[in-house]
């Protein structure tokens, strides 16, 4: 309970700093959206009249603003630059801080992106349904919390190594290629298709976008929700393991 | 000539900075290729789908990607370097150093530094477009091999320039920081501009010239270069490096130093 009013306490708090740096905010935002528009444009182009792949795309745009994760600019710098020292001495989990910075820049991105979400809508010609818009909703829920446990497990590999940032970009790569943003899971080739329905990536991207694009059978949604409850297990697990194993390596100097 | 030998040094410099650290070397080359490969796998399971993607086949598309990567690595070794965050250099007053040497200043600014690790992304660009055009049905002839590469500079001219514009928005509005931007729209380059609807083809076209960068040059290649094409090409290539002369003149006419 009082984990959940200072999380709270933390989110407005950088909520409002982040306001100071709103024109910096919608580069950040063109940024994550650039993706997720290219795969409108190539797959609309690919399968014309193909409205299933374009309100994928569109959901797809959503979800990748509600995920978004700079865990190695919120974090690793931090452990870089020695800011961790103070955070150590807070009498609370370090991870509550962090949490709360990716929150704030989550509802900002959402924020700022809603206009971009309904032109694309618009321009795409695309229609939703309530019913798997529900269905889909713990979905990203659950994908919003697998992305961050990755680039956050990703972003503590600053305790080792000087390039934190090229280990986040490299999760970044694979969740654009098997994680439903180059292509969408459903349309992958038939042998490899098992294998991205079970890889973690499509859990923290592409699977609510299926859902609220009405591309899976019931019996698909059930399994896809397993995979996101055993990914959430195996994540939540490496990220205590990787911490205790990395803060024992910190050191800095001064105060 | 001499701004040529004064370049040659500064690459040798960098090379040899970046050749001591050998962990680095190798994680970014990972990187790369791990960035290469993911493109040509997304290309792959684009066309499993359908034949064509707005009239182009996959050896032309793959042709394309890897114009895109060795145009892109230019702009990471040599450009980014440079200008990432300029707009700190401007309200700092750090451009003074710059300023005092006596090389010209805009050749300092945009090209006084590189990162020669960005050239594995130009030789893994080359071996990809190697690829596309094995799998072409006719063979390149000489002369489109020779467009290709007139389009490539023109390409490499007019990103340096679009990069450069940029990073000078910031004499007249230091807080805009275009960077991130620059960044992402850079990334529509990597499939044809037929595939982006009319408002945003235009747009890529000749506002961020996007299609100067990897569809052009391509296009060339596959489909022999057209003589309008080129010359416009050249026309618009020598223009926006005119232009870029002129706007940074007038910016550093706006630039007050750190101690005025």
């Known amino acids: 309970m009082r984990m959940l009013r200072l999380l709270a306490g ?115 010609g695309v229609s939703f349904d309530s019913s798997p818009v529900l269905l889909a909703m713990p979905a990203v829920a659950l994908a919003a919390a697998l992305r961050f446990l990755f680039t956050y497990v990703l972003a503590l590999s600053a305790f080792w190594t000087e390039r934190a940032h090229g280990v986040v970009g490299l999760g970044e790569t694979l969740i654009f290629l098997l994680g439903g943003a180059a292509a969408p ?66 050191t800095a100097v001064g105060g | 000539m001499r701004l040529l030998r004064l370049f040659g040094a500064i690459v040798s410099i960098s090379l040899r900075r970046e050749l001591a650290h050998r962990a680095n070397l190798i994680f970014q080359m990972l990187l790369t290729v791990v960035d290469i490969a993911s493109g040509l796998a997304a290309l792959r399971i684009v066309y499993m789908q359908t034949d064509t993607l707005a009239g182009w086949a996959l050896a032309e598309a793959v042709v394309l990607l890897g114009t895109y990567q060795v145009v892109s690595g230019v702009l990471s070794t040599f450009v980014e370097p440079n200008l990432t965050w300029f707009g700190n250099q401007v309200t700092s007053g750090e451009l003074d150093t710059l300023l005092l040497k006596p090389v010209n200043s805009a050749f300092l600014a945009t090209l006084g530094t590189c990162a020669p690790l960005g050239l594995s992304q130009v030789a893994l660009g080359t071996v990809v477009v190697a690829i596309g055009i094995s799998d072409l049905d006719a063979g390149p002839t000489a002369s489109s091999i020779a ?24 004499f007249w509005a230091p807080q805009t920081q275009l960077d991130v ?19 945003l083809r235009f747009v890529l ?35 926006a490096v005119a232009v870029v002369i002129l706007v940074w003149d007038a910016g550093l006419r706006r630039y007050t130093s750190a101690t005025s």
């Open chain 2, 181 to 199: 931007v620059y960044e992402a729209l850079w990334q529509f380059g990597r499939y044809p501009v037929s595939i982006y609807r009319q408002p």
């Open chain 1, 10 to 124: 933390y989110v407005r708090r950088y909520f409002l700093e982040v306001m100071a740096w709103r024109s910096f905010l919608v580069t950040l935002v063109v940024n994550q959206s650039v993706t997720p528009i290219i795969g409108l444009a190539v797959w609309s182009a690919a399968l014309p009249g193909n409205t299933i792949v374009t309100t994928y795309y569109v959901a797809l745009l959503a979800v990748q603003l509600m995920t978004v994760s700079y865990e190695h600019h919120t974090f690793s710098n931090g452990i870089y630059a020695g800011d961790l020292s103070a955070e150590l001495l807070k009498p609370q989990p370090v991870v509550l801080t962090t949490l709360g910075v990716n929150v704030a820049l989550r509802i900002w991105h959402v924020l700022v992106g809603l206009p971009l979400i309904v032109v694309a809508g618009l321009v795409a």
């Open chain 1, 185 to 250: 899971i459903t349309l992958f080739p038939e042998g490899i298709r098992p294998l991205g329905e079970a890889l973690p990536f499509r859990a923290m991207l592409g699977f609510p976008a299926e859902i609220a694009s009405g591309s899976l059978s019931e019996m698909q949604v059930l399994e896809g929700y397993g995979w996101q409850a055993c990914w959430m297990a195996a994540l939540a697990i490496s990220a205590v393991l990787v911490w205790r194993s990395g803060v024992r390596r910190y």
């Open chain 2, 205 to 239: 076209t000749w506002v961020l010239p996007v299609a100067f960068i990897s569809t052009f040059p391509a296009r060339a290649l596959t489909g022999g270069a057209s003589p309008v094409l080129l010359a416009a090409g050249l026309a618009v290539g020598l223009g």
């Open chain 2, 147 to 170: 467009g290709w590469l007139v389009m490539l500079g023109v390409g490499i001219a007019i990103t340096w320039a679009s990069r450069v514009l940029v990073a000078s928005l910031s």
